[in-house]
């Protein structure tokens, strides 16, 4: 099974599960479970997937075929019995709405132009043009607030960074995972060891989630950026920073 190679091959290198369970931050009894083949001990597997992908490539044994033994022999979510609940409450046809509204609609315009008729009878006033009030007005141009044109300044300078193209460049002093996730969707795991170097071309930002934050040494565009945390510490950090 796919658990005995994993032990086997952490036996023949003389490791301790513990050890390797602090390096990587897994549970030991999750390691324990995947030599053992026990998945009714495992998380879920979205989880498993991952904890099984850093243990192999940790162990430098073939990650994919090992995952794939596991994912097609872990269980799949088990799935409610929550029976839905139909309401019985009819909606009212939206003609019931708009008769009423018709008619108050009605009544205004009646009474109100019975009343603008009348005033007009007493006071005799002359009625302008429709193109006499048309030449009266003139329109008004109001500047955009502040706050529209920073918001569209901000717009702008958003756009910008996220077509701005940059490298990421990490060199590691010290057995350290990376996950990693782009802007764009795709995301890739990483385990360095001592002397390895990774670079990292992307548009817009990159999401990093170190498990050594002082086992490694970070560049973005050519500026030295040193180690992020200290040793065996664990962090989540975005490139470029705001």
């Not at 756009?159 to 010290?174: C, F």
């Not at 817009?204 to 992020?228: F, H, S, T, W, Y």
């Amino acid at each position: 099974m796919a658990g005995e190679i994993l032990k086997k091959r952490r036996e023949d290198l003389g490791l301790d599960i513990r050890e390797i369970a602090d390096l990587l931050k897994i549970k030991a009894s999750y390691l324990v479970a995947i030599e053992n083949d026990t998945f009714a001990e495992l998380p879920a597997p979205v989880y498993t997937t991952g904890y099984i992908r850093s243990y192999a490539k940790y162990l430098d044994v073939d990650a994919e075929s090992i995952v794939l033994y596991y994912t097609k022999n872990l269980s799949p979510p088990g799935y409610t019995t929550i029976i839905p609940i139909a309401f019985s409450k009819k909606k009212s046809p939206k003609i019931y709405y708009v008769v009423p509204l018709l008619v108050c609609a009605s009544a205004v315009f009646f009474f109100g132009a019975h009343a603008w008729t009348t005033r007009n009878d007493k006071t005799k006033a002359p009625l302008q043009s429709a193109q006499q009030v048309v030449k009266t007005v003139r329109p008004s141009v109001s500047k955009p607030p502040e706050e529209n044109r920073g918001s569209a300044a901000a717009e702008g300078t958003a756009v910008r960074l996220a077509n701005e193209e940059h490298n990421l460049q990490i060199a590691a002093t010290e057995t350290t995972w990376i996950s990693v996730k782009y802007a764009d969707g795709r995301s890739d795991e990483m385990l360095l060891r001592p002397g390895n170097t990774r670079d990292l071309g992307f548009s817009g930002k990159v999401l990093l989630k170190v498990g050594n934050a002082g086992g490694i040494n970070v560049r973005l565009d050519e500026k030295d950026l040193g180690a992020p945390g200290v040793r065996g510490q664990v962090i989540s950090m975005s490139f470029p920073s705001e």
